[in-house]
Structures are given as C-alpha cells and as structure tokens.
C-alpha cells in the first residue's frame, strides 16, 4: 500500500472538508481552500496559543480549541494564488513525541493509520535532526517508533 508520506516533502496530509492539515516536528500547517479571487480583506484568522479561528467573507470555516498548544506570537497566515489560506503554528512541545493526532481537540482527527505514518514520519525527522550528515531518504521506520521512537539520551557516546 503506498504512504502519503513523501520523503521528500516530508508531508503526511490529513484531509479535511475545507482542505488539509499536517505537521512536523516543530510546526503545524494548515492549507483552506477558498473562492478563487479572495482578498486578504476578506479574512478573519484569529490564531491564540490554544484556539484557533478563520472566516472568509463574513462565513465561518475553522474555529475551535487545538490538540496542544502553540506559541501564539509565532502563528501566521498568508492568503496564496488568492485561494488558499496557509496558516502556521508553532508547537510549543517540539519533538517526536508531541505527534497531534488531530487538529482540534473534538475535530479533524486522523484516521488510524494516517496517525501512524504522522508518528512515522516524526520520528525519522527526529533521527534526521539528531544524525546530521546521515542520509536517511530511503529509510523505513519500523519497530518502536510510537511517542517519538526508542529514548538513547542516556546511552554514552
């Protein structure tokens, strides 16, 4: 079965009514699609540390308290090609373990085994960010790779 996990990218995409959300280690994106010709003026975002909300042209699209918190200063949108809203959280919880398993905490979940490609993916950006130099874009991750993979702080180098 193919993975939405794009190694190259490093996207595993969660579908939603109004388009998509995924994650890394360190952020979280969501992508709304809206009316061809939209203008920024017609955007309502307001992102806080644990809630986030977005209207276009006076209708509500996302509203609602987030899996975990974010860093409410960092939080950005941009309106793109006047279709589609990017916005941009920062986890407050940057690491392998901290894999959201939805966007809000009573919505947008991801299924089962789209959670498990998010923690997958997590986890080897984890490696990737602990091994610099290494190549791993034809690793697998397999075996103990739930809460951010095996813990080897404490081993000595």
Request: some cysteine; glycine content about 8%; aromatic content about 10%.
């Amino acid at each position: 079965m193919s993975a939405p996990f794009e190694e190259r990218s490093g996207v595993v995409p969660c579908g939603t009514p109004w388009g998509q959300w995924y994650q890394t280690l360190e952020e979280v994106f969501i992508e709304v699609q809206v009316p061809p010709g939209t203008r920024a003026q017609d955007i309502r975002c307001d992102l806080q540390c644990r809630h986030v909300a977005l209207a276009v042209g006076g209708r509500e699209i996302l509203k609602g308290k987030l899996f975990d918190s974010t860093i409410a200063d960092e939080g950005t949108w941009t309106l793109e090609d006047r279709k589609m809203v990017r916005i941009v959280l920062t986890k407050t919880k940057r690491d392998a373990a901290n894999c959201w398993t939805s966007l809000l905490e009573s919505e947008y979940a991801a299924d089962p085994w789209v959670q498990d490609q998010m923690q997958r993916k997590l986890t080897l950006e984890r490696f990737q960010k602990e091994n610099p130099g290494f190549d791993f874009s034809g690793a697998e991750i397999s075996g103990n790779y739930t809460k951010g993979g095996p813990d080897f702080s404490n081993l000595e180098k």
